[in-house]
């Protein structure tokens, strides 16, 4: 695939570099009667990798022109597409013309044994020349081949992950050939006898699976100069108040010229036919944990293969026992094909069941919109059958259960949610969806389904009397939703309880003498004698009789074994079924004696689960068939954690398993790979780029939906973050494993959306109030609290919200990069708004959009002239000044109805902007380009809430709606 881009030089900068010196001399003679301070401003010009692109290949079309197979190479699709995959020894040859002035990116997976790539090739054997970059598991190698003869030039140490794909990157300039892996060089050699240009080719010399794909071939400018970095005195004063705001303003309108800010004529315009930034791809983090959270599986004769769900991210597999999982939706057009959310990209599968009998086959279910699938090679491949179900929404599939001895039959249990059955809808009781309930059967394999129980409250589990197939029982209701039968002003819970069949489902009866709460939640069988039950009870809005029950005669008594509990989930160890386990959202507990006494085993003081994880909801257990103790839970609040002592402690087990709903970042300015992440489920750190995630949610920060997060510029430690379920802000001073509550807003319908700390002045900070009609989503249509300030670094606020503020719905903040005092607030009531004075006033800047005011995003350049950027919802962006007098709109290659969530700029170059829409994902913008230019290639998940861009400016992270944290090399530009 060929790649073409514009071209780039230092030359066409030099009338912007003059025309930035003379604004920089402009503001110093108008700021002259301000206090005075020497600063250097930095101006670096970037040569992003070469001055013209020669050409490259992804291989998702199949094998491109002008490249050359040998055998053991093949075009494998794996979940991201199309790579060239070696099966062992063989090479792939490039006829490009050949190079030595060069710059060669592509993305590598190391497999068993060892990978190659040929450059500078000459001549046919036995007298052929080359270079031989050999990477490993382990080892970057270069070698120099002359006839044969082998010399091994410079190796280095670098710590590949087995079977991830790695971003690498070969400069060839005359005698010096650098070597860098992500954002790091790794190897620098000279040659003191170089050889000529020549050939290129890609190869496995041993093992298999070795994979290279999205290879781009960059020209240098022929003196293989680094970018260079041009260092402009000038005496400019830093402002920290002044006794005259406006006149900071007036001073600040002098930044952008009154000429039109559109991008300079090039004198050389190449013809863009493809994507420039095609070969930039997303890697996905596999983290942070989140999401929504459902089933658990194991096979049953095979413990290491495992199966969860989620509701945004839809179903995983795990081939180590839950060591590491990855996405098993399936590929195009065999594949879990229902999608939900803003970009149509969630994949919200709810439950998932291995078939018993044959267990390669598996069950899949989805939410709120109909969809059946099955798949019959553990989850590769997936057939939708739905056949017989009538509702196509407001349908949410709870479980399922295949007859122990009949593949074919099987039943599907399912909530109708209030707005599909109910004449008005929707209805909610006291804090949830009424539901009703509906139960389908298959006897054909799921070509067919017929209902068989329709009634007042969600079905959820079903369990087959193995000795008497006829028998069947259901339990109804959930602990976060309501029945249909409820009726919130009398406190009456309403609910079905269980019911049990002995007609194979043709009828049913209620089986709920002795219980106290009908809402059951998690129900199982004995492994050996199927006449004993247990069961969990409870209702978040009906608390009382919740608890553990057990049946010891198929229902018609039950005994309340564990009272004054909302229990979610319950599960007998199936080669020990004296041992039983039953979690709620606050502990977990364990019985030795088969369900008839419980002791809490973990959850005093800061509950259950992995330490700095809010765990909240097991929505579902699984214990190991051999080992009793060992067992799993899949978090409802995301997240899938694994216990070895019965239940006693507990440990993450969820790498590459995320449905996180991620709606803040933050990059440590020191250590680009050091990012913070804020969602749903807590707050968490990743110390390498997302590879692997801690959570920080310790006490006093117990919460779920976290917000906003922000990093003090000059002290990566202090931190500051925000959690929507309580309204409150906290602070911690070391990297997140200790919290204080710095801050609370007076109503449960108002939180924190966005944090800003001053960089010039990180003492002063300022936090934005939002409102939501329900927690854990901001409703950008509900007022706020305005803008709030601290000027001791955050432990202490005071509102800053005179004025058209005081009601603002803030979605974004941000700070000049040298004024504390100069703040614009991006709001999604009250238009973008600006204060001189740190907030204690507020004007409104009028912006010149037709379609909407209301903004969700603004980002200042942090490099003169200091351009504005604003984010509006549903109008694209624009460009100005930072005193609002010069606006530009932006919208070409926009959608017209974009949502800007974030606005990022780079700030090692100001000219180069990105922005994320929550409705088609992430652009890119810099000042030779007509439109902005989508980078979307392998993001899954292109509901964008929030992006971060490292101060090197190499790279790039989003935080998705439903798919956790993407990140994306910048390298290759």
């Known amino acids: 695939m060929a790649i073409r881009r514009l071209r780039r030089t230092v030359c066409k900068d030099g009338p912007r570099l003059s025309t930035r010196l003379l604004r920089a001399g402009l503001i110093a003679a108008c700021m002259a009667m301000l206090v005075l301070a020497p600063l250097a401003f930095t101006f670096a010009q970037?040569?992003?990798?070469?001055?013209?692109?020669?050409?490259?290949?992804?291989?998702?079309?199949?094998?491109?022109?002008?490249?050359?197979?040998?055998?053991?190479?093949?075009?494998?699709?794996?979940?991201?597409?199309?790579?060239?995959?070696?099966?062992?020894?063989?090479?792939?040859?490039?006829?490009?013309?050949?190079?030595?002035?060069?710059?060669?990116?592509?993305?590598?997976?190391?497999?068993?044994?060892v990978g190659e790539v040929v450059f500078r090739g000459t001549g046919e054997p036995p007298q052929h020349r080359e270079y031989l970059l050999h990477l490993d598991e382990g080892?970057?190698?270069?070698?120099?081949?002359?006839?044969?003869?082998?010399?091994?030039?410079?190796?280095?140490?670098?710590?590949?992950?087995?079977?991830?794909?790695?971003?690498?990157?070969?400069?060839s300039a005359g005698s010096s050939i650098e070597v860098s892996v992500g954002d790091a060089t790794v190897l620098s050699v000279n040659d003191p006898d170089p050889l000529p240009?020549?050939?290129?080719?890609?190869?496995?010399?041993?093992?298999?699976?070795?994979?290279?794909?999205?290879?781009?071939?960059?020209?240098?400018?022929?003196?293989?100069?680094?970018?260079?970095?041009?260092?402009?005195?000038?005496?400019?004063?830093?402002?920290?108040?002044?006794?005259?705001?406006?006149?900071?303003?007036?001073?600040?309108?002098?930044?952008?010229?009154?000429?039109?800010?559109?991008?300079?004529?090039?004198?050389?315009?190449?013809?863009?036919?493809?994507?420039?930034?095609?070969?930039?791809?997303?890697?996905?983090?596999g983290g942070p944990p989140g999401g929504l959270g459902y089933d658990i599986?194991?096979?049953?004769?095979?413990?290491?293969?495992?199966?969860?769900?989620?509701?945004?991210?839809?179903?995983?597999?795990?081939?180590?026992?839950?060591?590491?999982?990855?996405?098993?939706?399936?590929?195009?057009?065999?594949?879990?094909?229902?999608?939900?959310?803003?970009?149509?990209?969630?994949?919200?599968?709810?439950?998932?069941?291995?078939?018993?009998?044959?267990?390669?086959?598996?069950?899949?279910?989805?939410?709120?919109?109909?969809?059946?699938?099955?798949?019959?090679?553990?989850?590769?491949?997936?057939?939708?059958?739905?056949?017989?179900?009538?509702?196509?929404?407001?349908?949410?599939?709870?479980g399922f259960t295949v007859d122990p001895g009949n593949s074919d039959i099987v039943y599907a249990a399912a909530e109708l949610e209030s707005w599909g059955w109910a004449k008005k809808p929707p209805r909610r009781g006291k804090t949830f969806d009424m539901t009703e309930g509906v139960l389908f059967k298959t006897v054909d394999g799921g070509k067919n389904w017929k209902q068989v129980w329709r009634g007042k409250n969600l079905a959820r589990?079903?369990?087959?009397?193995?000795?008497?197939?006829?028998?069947?029982?259901?339990?109804?209701?959930?602990?976060?939703?309501?029945?249909?039968?409820?009726?919130?002003?009398?406190?009456?819970?309403?609910?079905?309880?269980?019911?049990?069949?002995?007609?194979?489902?043709?009828?049913?009866?209620?089986?709920?003498?002795?219980?106290?709460?009908?809402?059951?939640?998690?129900?199982?069988?004995?492994?050996?004698?199927?006449?004993?039950?247990?069961?969990?009870?409870?209702?978040?809005?009906?608390r009382p009789g919740g608890g553990v029950y057990l049946s010891t005669n198929g229902g018609k008594k039950?005994?309340?074994?564990?009272?004054?509990?909302?229990?979610t989930s319950v599960e007998f160890a199936t080669n020990n079924p004296n041992i039983a386990y039953a979690g709620s959202e606050h502990a977990v507990y364990r019985s030795q004696n088969g369900g008839r006494n419980w002791v809490r085993v973990t959850g005093a003081g800061s509950g259950w689960g992995s330490p700095g994880f809010r765990a909240g909801f097991p929505i579902d257990f699984q214990v190991h068939p051999t080992n009793p103790d060992l067992l799993f839970a899949n978090n409802y609040g995301g997240g899938n954690f694994k216990s070895m002592d019965g239940g006693a402690t507990w440990t993450d087990a969820s790498a590459g398993y995320t449905g996180g709903q991620i709606r803040g970042l933050a990059v440590d300015p020191a250590h680009p790979a050091r990012v913070?992440?804020?969602?749903?489920?807590?707050?968490?750190?990743?110390?390498?780029?997302?590879?692997?995630?801690?959570?920080?949610?310790?006490?006093?920060?117990?919460?779920?939906?976290?917000?906003?997060?922000?990093?003090?510029?000059?002290?990566?430690?202090?931190?500051?973050a925000a959690s929507s379920a309580l309204g409150t802000l906290y602070q911690s001073w070391d990297g997140g494993m200790n919290w204080q509550v710095v801050a609370t807003l007076p109503s449960k319908k108002l939180s924190w959306r966005s944090i800003a700390f001053a960089p010039s002045r990180p003492s002063t900070v300022y936090a934005g109030s939002a409102g939501y009609t329900f927690v854990g989503t901001f409703d950008d249509k509900v007022a706020g609290k305005g803008i709030y300030v601290s000027q001791n670094g955050g432990t202490h606020w005071t509102p800053a919200n005179s004025g058209i503020a005081q009601d603002a719905h803030v979605a974004t903040l941000a700070v000049h990069p040298s004024f504390p005092g100069l703040v614009w607030a991006a709001t999604t009531n009250r238009g973008l708004l600006r204060s001189n004075d740190g907030g204690a006033s507020w004007k409104s800047m009028k912006l010149p959009s037709k379609k909407t005011n209301n903004a969700l995003s603004v980002a200042i350049d942090p490099t003169p002239p200091h351009a504005l950027y604003?984010?509006?919802?549903?109008?694209?962006?624009?460009?100005?000044?930072?005193?609002?007098?010069?606006?530009?709109?932006?919208?070409?290659?926009?959608?017209?109805?974009?949502?800007?969530?974030?606005?990022?700029?780079?700030?090692?170059?100001?000219?180069?902007?990105?922005?994320?829409?929550?409705?088609?994902?992430?652009?890119?913008?810099?000042?030779?380009?007509?439109?902005?230019?989508?980078?979307?290639?392998?993001?899954?998940?292109?509901?964008?809430?929030?992006?971060?861009?490292?101060?090197?400016?190499?790279?790039?992270?989003?935080?998705?709606?439903?798919?956790?944290?993407?990140?994306?090399?910048?390298?290759?530009?």
């Open 197 to 285: 240009g020549g050939a290129f080719a890609f190869g496995c010399i041993a093992g298999e699976q070795i994979a290279f794909d999205d290879i781009a071939l960059y020209a240098l400018d022929g003196r293989g100069a680094t970018p260079t970095q041009v260092v402009v005195p000038i005496d400019t004063p830093i402002v920290a108040t002044t006794s005259s705001p406006d006149l900071v303003v007036a001073m600040l309108d002098t930044f952008i010229p009154s000429q039109p800010l559109a991008p300079p004529r090039l004198v050389r315009r190449a013809k863009l036919t493809l994507n420039p930034f095609a070969h930039l791809t997303w890697t996905r983090t």
């Open 461 to 542: 589990y079903i369990w087959i009397n193995p000795s008497n197939p006829k028998v069947v029982y259901l339990s109804t209701g959930i602990f976060d939703r309501e029945a249909a039968n409820c009726n919130a002003k009398t406190d009456f819970g309403g609910g079905e309880g269980v019911l049990k069949s002995t007609d194979g489902g043709k009828t049913w009866n209620k089986v709920n003498q002795g219980l106290n709460n009908l809402y059951i939640g998690s129900l199982y069988m004995h492994p050996t004698n199927p006449d004993i039950l247990l069961a969990g009870a409870g209702n978040n809005s009906y």
């Open 558 to 567: 039950w005994d309340h074994t564990l009272t004054n509990e909302t229990i």
């Open 46 to 113: 970037r040569e992003q990798g070469g001055s013209e692109p020669l050409g490259g290949a992804n291989f998702d079309a199949g094998r491109p022109e002008g490249w050359e197979f040998t055998e053991n190479v093949e075009l494998v699709r794996d979940r991201e597409g199309r790579a060239l995959t070696f099966t062992g020894p063989g090479h792939a040859f490039w006829h490009v013309e050949p190079r030595q002035e060069f710059r060669l990116a592509f993305r590598y997976r190391p497999g068993p044994g």
């Open 139 to 171: 080892h970057v190698r270069l070698i120099r081949n002359i006839a044969g003869r082998h010399s091994e030039m410079g190796g280095a140490g670098v710590p590949f992950e087995p079977g991830a794909w790695q971003h690498v990157a070969l400069r």
């Open 870 to 973: 604003v984010g509006l919802a549903g109008g694209g962006v624009l460009r100005g000044n930072p005193a609002g007098t010069k606006w530009q709109p932006m919208p070409k290659g926009l959608p017209p109805e974009a949502r800007i969530s974030e606005i990022v700029v780079d700030p090692t170059n100001g000219a180069v902007v990105y922005a994320a829409d929550l409705l088609s994902g992430v652009y890119r913008w810099d000042q030779n380009s007509t439109a902005w230019i989508p980078i979307n290639s392998r993001l899954a998940t292109r509901e964008v809430n929030a992006l971060a861009l490292t101060t090197n400016g190499k790279t790039l992270y989003a935080a998705t709606e439903g798919a956790g944290v993407f990140r994306l090399d910048l390298g290759g530009i």
């Open 297 to 398: 599986r194991m096979h049953p004769k095979n413990p290491s293969v495992m199966y969860v769900t989620d509701a945004w991210a839809g179903a995983f597999r795990s081939d180590n026992g839950g060591v590491n999982w990855s996405v098993s939706n399936g590929s195009p057009g065999v594949e879990i094909s229902v999608r939900r959310g803003l970009t149509s990209d969630a994949v919200p599968v709810f439950c998932l069941t291995v078939d018993p009998n044959k267990p390669n086959t598996i069950w899949a279910g989805t939410q709120s919109l109909r969809g059946i699938f099955k798949s019959t090679d553990g989850g590769k491949t997936w057939a939708k059958m739905d056949n017989g179900v009538k509702w196509k929404t407001g349908i949410s599939f709870r």
């Open 676 to 720: 913070f992440a804020s969602g749903r489920s807590g707050v968490f750190v990743t110390p390498d780029g997302g590879r692997h995630w801690q959570g920080l949610s310790h006490p006093l920060a117990l919460v779920h939906d976290g917000d906003g997060v922000a990093l003090d510029p000059t002290n990566p430690g202090h931190v500051l």
